[in-house]
């Protein structure tokens, strides 16, 4: 071969005397050959590749570039120097006979390169971005490569005359150009065309060069340094990272897989049931088993149905093992790119140990040259920046898949909670599923970021372990031994810790449950004065809890007391081995420093196995929770039929549907056709199934036979309205076009208008969560307004004019509903409980026990004389002529109809909430010049608005941003962390890893002294004595070293649960004991994520990061400090490296506490907007809005992913610089041994260099710990701000009320005033009055003359602002606040039931018998409900009591009630969702058993307290009458008024 080559050139081609001597230099024929064509090799193999963006016809070519055109001309360049020397060659070769072949090649191959090269530059244009990296890679080579040739040709040149005058200018010149390229395409080439998309993300377009040192991410770290981030200055997302591309490729890779899986599921079920029946038949006779067989095929479906429901309940089987194969598919790219880089970094780690034993040799023997220690000072300098370019590049890649992982999960989840079907519904409460997306997809999250541990750990430890058999022989087997006997105990941990983690899992999703009911109904916990019973019930879950976290914590501790003894274990057994077997056996400098980097490169795996596989341990778990949620059952819409039936619009056939797979039907063999545009009423009593027929039509519900079939778009009116949050006219159009008229129109007919006029900024109010600021009876018609604006076929309508007044379900009826309304040509099927409307309608449906008893018109339902008639009769008040009745109960008269034409509508009276309230009176200002502005108003418009901050509404965002604290976080922070600690702890644990560290740097310098023994017995026999010393001594140091840190983790890991335990206790207190008005104003959703993610951080990560942050800090001053032992002058060296390292730190840190804060910010609107679309599941369904929700969803994801992965890319850029500083670090330590060489022992240098190779991953820990530290500590933040709230009054003060009080229960007001808040008008005026023992006062007003604000003022919601109120001679303002509650009742007007026994909800301190809980219920009419369910009292709610009927809930209300038998009642009308019947039972109940009591009744319908014995009729905060309700009809006042319009003339009159 090298003959060839020597006659190729024309000269030697390797002579190993070349080297051997101090001014070494290559043979010019390599350098001709080898040095060439590796480069040129590399680039031809490669740059093929690069001009594929020319095949592609549809690229579209971007325009010349200033940097292109530079980057040509230099390219043009160097072609014509390479024509040149071959011009030189031809030249030559005619004026001599042979010019050896290189001269031909060389230059013709330059030629066809550079060629290429203008090629790749062009063909770059059709790319985004516009810079090649095969190309940057191939200078960065040729340079390197150039080197050579280039000393050497100028050490001849110093020498003697240069020969080849020409050929030396020609190299030099085509050197520089090459040079140039190279710098050219360090920067960014942006065409005009992409200016645009690189202000949106420069990273499409960045060099190269930026792209792997992340040089393109530095202006955000600028600018997150100069001020606090915001969202808008975070750079869009790559297309191809965005939710809906990553959803997309899962979704198409998920259902390939899942239908795999399902496949297995049906086997797996089908052998089940063999074996069953294999056993069940095992003792008969064949025959028999035989019959039985048939027999079993001959039984219907059903059966077998409800066999597999039984193993596919909560804990039965599942499609499983498809999610793993299914993220592994879609993320494959990415998987296998992460796997070559990991590959190379692999690979270059074990080179730096090589070049250290090269080192260490090279300071040993006086022979050596210096250029050879020259050369491995600067090979570790290129190894360890190669290395960490490969590994960041790889840890980008992984973080990514991690968020991209994410995504596509919560989107999958997202996606499934739309089309699920109600069994598995009710399988997860929203809390688990919300649970779903943030705790397991997170987990995913963090597998995803060291996956590729799990090959690469055991590659790196194998690898190690041939390496040490190399320098150590047999003995490292010693080691080995000691490394594999760490593995079971690790094992057996990490199995102790996975159960741990489950029964965890079980405690939070618990107390996670609980936390959120008591946040959904706080006001009821208020009013009830319940909150120390729910304080102790969390409190017990979180004990339990804590329990687990602590024995989970020793778990950890031990197992990192295992890992830090596992190195020193390990170098300790191998060294001690190898020098005991034989005599000869000697550890010097090579031998122990190569041996001991090797272990320190062990030390990373075996650390880090561990770790992943506890990691996946926990996404097992969260597997098997996803698996099950995403493969559930889908809501089967199969008996819904959409065929076109000509003169029918809804058709019921047969239908029997049930609300699970295996109940008892809901709805019975109902056959109905609904012919279009025709109004059908459905009626019958609570329970009947009214609401049951309704999910049907939409689908909601399991079909057992028959089909409905629906023909046209559905709206939907639902009994309890949703409301999104969002303003209200977003809420009415729903995601519709924005029609200005039939807008107008619909607020109009939905008596809206008046409400926009009460609302701070009109239509754009802001609606918070669940409709929190809008009364009951607004909600229901912002409900109704918003099907009547989608403008559908069929209208659904499910009891919407319950919530509202009487006379305004008298207007809704004739403008929206009725047959002169605004939907009159529509079918409307309308389910009611108010009779009056009956007369009017085409059809009436009556239903009981889920079966239509009969349908007809009114006239012959009445005539029929069935149920209905009878029904009638109870309740209509028929003392005249039925028709005579009729027409004055509904005012068919034209005239009158006339009248209330002109009239507006009055708004009717609504629970009215603290907020709504108060914003009322913020907008009684600005209304006047507002209301008229903002009619006209287009939303384009509103825009221009939004932009011109002073003209907002004060009032008209309800809910506050979340509050993003900026800047650094205060140190009193990392204090008040350390004080839940304890203070004695927190310096205990300090002190531990002082002493951990210090037996660490003993350890090093022992070995460093035992090693120099080697040359100081060189040739004598090594005395035993001595030997036996230096073992003990580093056996010694070593443990001790490991004893220190056990006893630090196991301090801090009490210390932790400590914390916890304090900081959750101060948040539960103060969150239960803070005012209302505090929980109108902040979402759930954001409580609820300080009582999940926070504590979480608390809990488990802040612990992890105070210790790594700990033993990193330490680490790192004792590597410094043992440089600066073996070599003082590296101290020099430290300052500027540390200034470095400073300014890197500072700036990246406030950006990344930043990012991390934005991630958290950005997160809650996505669990709050799946929580809401939980909720809101039927209405969205039922609209078919299921795709704008996704996209919604889709679209908040982005905005959180690009927080996140901006975040990621800070995290590199940062690493990158700081591994730099790693680099140079070892550049220097090793430079400065090589310097002063004569002076060092080996020992000492190989200490040295060891430690500096493994400080540059400690440097960058340090940097990650403390910013995660930093970024963790927040979470305290976020938790002491709501510890700082401030409180209401106390529930006990000093002043007790006297035993037995209220006795009599008289009700003072003595000039009584009250407002919301400091700044805003007072709501009540200075009322006066007396109630007296006994007495029954109805309280009538229209919205906002503050009705509600009365029973706020009894139970001191609202704190008086002058006057007081006296109760049986006790101001109520000197008692503590459950003193007060606990002795008032409340109905309240909506009925709010918590999870638990239905003994819990009604008692839930257990202060009655049994007798007295059955005693209520039976005055309640819930008794023989409750005893036909086997558990009794103990029959269990489910979330928000959604297994009992709105009714129902009312009368369990009602129970708690007559349990409390307080003397003083009040009664928030809560007749709104309950049937005549039930209205019925309750008013009787009331004034049976309440009667010896004071019963204030706020009413909304008059009928209602027609029989009292005083009304008080309030007016803008003023009583302006209080009279009995007979004398109030004579004086023609503002209640007569009232009465007339809800067609009452005297007070007879009130059976209705």
Not at 998 to 1009: D, I, K, M, Q, R
Not at 1239 to 1244: A, C, D, H, R, Y
């Amino acid at each position: 071969m090298s003959a060839a080559l020597e006659e190729f050139c024309g000269s030697v081609f390797w002579n190993d005397s070349y080297l051997a001597r101090p001014d070494a230099d290559l043979p010019v024929c390599f350098q001709q050959t080898v040095l060439v064509w590796v480069p040129l090799g590399f680039f031809w193999i490669l740059a093929p590749w690069q001009l594929l963006p020319m095949c592609k016809s549809r690229a579209k070519k971007s325009s010349v570039t200033k940097l292109y055109i530079i980057k040509q001309i230099l390219a043009a360049l160097l072609v014509l120097t390479a024509v040149a020397e071959l011009a030189l060659a031809f030249v030559e070769d005619t004026e001599q006979n042979t010019v050896p072949a290189v001269k031909y090649t060389n230059p013709s191959l330059y030629i066809a390169t550079w060629l290429l090269v203008l090629l790749i530059h062009e063909a770059r244009r059709f790319c985004l971005r516009r810079d090649s990296g095969v190309l940057f890679c191939f200078w960065v080579l040729s340079l390197l490569c150039g080197i050579l040739p280039f000393q050497s040709l100028v050490r001849r040149a110093l020498q003697e005359p240069i020969s080849d005058l020409p050929r030396f200018i020609l190299f030099f010149i085509s050197y520089g150009l090459q040079l140039l390229l190279f710098l050219v395409s360090g920067f960014s080439d942006v065409a005009p065309e992409t200016k645009e998309m690189r202000k949106k993300n420069p990273e499409v377009t960045a060099s190269f060069l930026s792209s792997i040192t992340f040089e393109w991410y530095s202006s955000i770290v600028l600018k997150g340094y100069r001020k606090p981030l915001e969202i808008e200055d975070i750079w869009e997302l790559k297309d191809k990272d965005r939710t809906q591309a990553l959803s997309t490729a899962f979704e198409k890779n998920m259902k390939t897989a899942l239908q795999k899986a399902q496949a297995e599921l049906e086997k797996r079920k089908h052998k089940k049931r063999r074996q069953k029946v294999d056993l069940d038949h095992g003792n008969m006779t064949k025959a028999q088993s035989q019959d039985i067989l048939v027999l079993e095929e001959k039984q219907p479906k059903k059966k077998k149905k409800k066999g597999d429901e039984g193993d596919s309940g909560p804990h039965g089987d599942y499609a499983r093992g498809w999610l793993m194969k299914t993220l592994g598919k879609t993320y494959r790219r990415n998987l296998m790119l992460a796997v070559a880089f990991k590959v190379v970094h692999d690979a270059l780690v074990f080179v730096s140990p090589q070049l250290l034993k090269l080192l260490i040799a090279f300071v040993s023997n006086e022979d050596s040259f210096a250029w050879q220690g020259y050369l491995y000072a600067i090979l570790l300098f290129l190894t360890a920046v190669i290395q960490s370019l490969c590994l960041q590049q790889h840890f980008s890649l992984c973080f990514q898949l991690g968020i991209n992982v994410r995504a596509s999960l919560i989107a999958a989840i997202y996606k499934k909670s739309l089309t699920m079907s109600g069994a598995t519904r009710k399988e997860s409460t929203v809390g688990e599923t919300v649970n779903l997306m943030s705790a397991d997809a997170q987990r995913f999250m963090d597998l995803a970021n060291f996956i590729h541990q799990l090959w690469s750990c055991p590659l790196q430890i194998i690898l190690s372990i041939v390496f040490l058999w190399g320098e150590l022989g047999p003995s490292v087997l010693a080691g080995l031994a000691v490394m594999v006997l760490l593995i079971p105990i690790n094992a057996l941990l990490v199995a102790k810790a996975k159960t741990i983690q489950v029964r965890n899992m079980k405690n939070k999703d618990e107390r996670m449950k609980i936390m959120t009911e008591i946040l959904n109904g706080i006001k009821i916990l208020k009013l009830f004065a319940w909150e120390p019973s729910f304080e102790k019930r969390i409190n017990g879950i979180r004990a339990h809890e804590l329990k687990n976290l602590l024995n989970f914590s020793y778990l950890q501790s031990v197992s990192v007391f295992v890992f830090t003894c596992a190195p020193f274990l390990v170098s300790l057994a191998s060294f001690a081995v190898y020098v005991l077997v034989d005599e000869n056996n000697i550890l010097d400098a090579q031998k122990a420093f190569t041996a001991i980097s090797l272990f320190n490169v062990l030390r990373f795996p075996m650390a880090m196995l561990p770790m992943v596989l506890s990691s996946v341990v926990q996404a097992n778990v969260s597997t098997a929770r996803l698996e099950r949620y995403l493969s559930g059952e889908n809501l089967d819409t199969s008996a819904i039929y959409h065929n076109t039936i000509p003169g029918s619009a809804v058709r019921f056939s047969e239908a029997t549907f049930s609300w699970e797979q295996d109940s008892s039907p809901a709805i019975r063999d109902v056959t109905l056709d609904i012919a279009p545009g025709s109004l059908v009423a459905v009626v019958g009593a609570v329970g009947s199934g009214k609401s049951s027929l309704v999910s049907a039509m939409l689908g909601e519900m399991e079909n057992i036979k028959g089909h409905v079939n629906i023909q046209g778009s559905l709206a939907y009116v639902p009994q309890q309205a949703w409301i999104q949050n969002a303003t209200l006219k977003d809420n009415i159009l729903f995601g519709s076009e924005l029609d200005e008229a039939r807008y107008q129109q619909v607020l109009k007919a939905c008596a809206l208008l008046p409400d926009l006029k009460l609302l701070p900024a009109g239509d754009q109010t802001e609606i918070g969560e669940k409709g929190i600021n809008l009364s009951g009876g607004q909600k229901q018609r912002v409900s109704l307004a918003r099907a009547v604006y989608s403008n559908a076929d069929i209208y659904v309508l499910d009891d919407p004019l319950s919530a509202v007044d009487a006379h305004v379900g008298k207007y809704l009826f004739e403008h929206v509903l009725g047959p002169k309304g605004l939907l009159q040509n529509k079918t409307r099927i309308l389910v009611t409980h108010g009779i009056s409307f009956l007369p009017q309608v085409d059809n009436i449906v009556v239903l009981a026990a889920g079966a239509v008893t009969e349908h007809g018109s009114y006239s012959n339902l009445l005539a029929n004389k069935g149920a209905f008639a009878q029904f009638l009769n109870l309740y209509g008040n028929q003392e005249e002529d039925v028709s005579e009745k009729n027409t004055t109960a509904v005012g068919l008269a034209g005239g009158e109809e006339q009248s209330d034409d002109d009239l507006e509508p009055f708004v009717e009276e609504g629970s009215e909430d603290v907020v709504t309230m108060t914003l009322k009176r913020e907008a009684s200002i600005h209304r006047r010049q507002l209301s008229h502005r903002l009619s006209k108003k287009s939303t384009s418009s509103w825009k221009k608005a939004k932009e011109e901050p002073p003209k907002k509404v004060k009032g008209q965002k309800l809910i506050e941003k979340e509050t993003v604290e900026t800047g650094k976080v205060k140190f009193s922070m990392y204090l008040r962390y350390l004080r839940a600690v304890g203070l004695c702890y927190s310096f205990w644990i300090a002190m531990g890893y002082v002493g951990e560290y210090v037996a660490y740097v003993g350890t090093s310098l022992w070995l460093s002294a035992w090693t120099d023994d080697a040359q100081r017995y060189l040739n004598q026999t090594y005395p035993t004595e001595q030997r036996d010393l230096r073992i003990g001594v580093f056996g010694a140091l070593g443990v001790s070293q490991a004893l220190f840190l056990l006893f630090a983790t196991i301090l801090s890991a009490r210390g932790s649960v400590r914390a916890s335990r304090v900081m959750h206790q101060q948040l539960l207190s103060n969150i239960l004991r803070v005012p209302m008005s505090f929980f109108d104003t902040t979402p759930t959703g954001r409580i609820v994520n300080r009582f999940a993610k926070d504590i979480f951080t608390v809990d488990e990560t802040i612990p992890m990061s105070f210790r790594s942050w700990l033993s990193c800090f330490m680490g790192i001053i004792s590597t410094l400090v043992m440089i600066c032992l073996a070599t003082p002058y590296f101290a020099l060296i430290i300052i500027p490296l540390s200034i470095f390292y400073y300014f890197v730190l500072r700036f990246y840190v406030s950006t990344s506490r930043q990012l991390r804060r934005l991630d958290s910010v950005t997160r809650s609107p996505i669990y709050s907007h799946f929580g809401e679309t939980v909720s809101g599941l039927s209405v969205i369904r039922a609209y078919g809005h299921q795709e704008r929700f996704l996209q919604h969803n889709e679209a908040i994801m982005d905005i959180n992913q690009k927080s996140v992965y901006s975040w990621i890319i800070s995290n590199r850029w940062l690493a990158i610089r700081l591994e730099f500083v790693g680099s140079l670090v070892v550049f220097f330590s090793a430079l400065l041994a090589v310097i002063s060489k004569g002076t060092l022992e080996g020992g000492i240098v190989g200490l040295s260099v060891s430690s500096a190779l493994s400080v540059t991953q400690t440097l960058n820990w340090l940097v990650r710990t403390s910013s995660e530290l930093e970024t963790n500590i927040v979470a305290v933040e976020r938790v002491h701000e709501y510890t700082k709230v401030k409180n209401e009054a106390p529930w006990v003060t000093g002043k007790r009320p006297p035993h037995g009080w209220p006795s009599k229960g008289e009700i003072q007001f003595i000039d009584y005033k009250v407002r919301y808040r400091p700044e805003l008008d007072l709501v009540l005026q200075g009322i006066t009055c007396n109630i007296g023992s006994t007495e029954k006062v109805g309280v009538v007003g229209r919205t906002g003359a503050g009705k509600s604000s009365l029973t706020n003022c009894l139970f001191r919601v609202l704190e008086a602002a002058g006057g007081k109120i006296i109760i049986d001679e006790v101001d109520i303002a000197t008692i503590g606040l459950h003193d007060l509650r606990k002795n008032l009742t409340i109905i309240p007007q909506d009925p709010v039931l918590f999870t638990g026994t239905l003994r819990m909800n009604l008692d839930p301190f257990d202060q009655y018998s049994d007798e007295e809980v059955w005693k209520a219920l039976e005055l309640a009419h819930l008794k023989t409900y409750v005893q036909g369910h086997p558990e009794g009292l103990l029959h269990t709610l489910s979330e928000g009591g959604e297994n009992l009927s709105v009714g129902q809930r009312q009368l369990v209300c009602l129970a708690r009630a007559l349990l409390r038998k307080a003397k003083i009642l009040i009664l928030d009308e809560a007749t709104a969702a309950v049937d005549l019947e039930t209205d019925h039972l309750i008013q009787t109940t009331i004034r049976s058993e309440f009667a010896d009591c004071t019963v204030l009744t706020i009413a909304h319908r008059l009928h209602t307290i027609m029989d009292s014995n005083r009304v008080m009729v309030l007016q803008a905060g003023q009583i302006v009458e209080f009279d009995s309700p007979e004398e109030l009809l004579q004086k023609q006042g503002i209640f007569s008024a009232m009465a007339k319009d809800a067609g009452i003339t005297n007070t007879e009159s009130t059976a209705l």
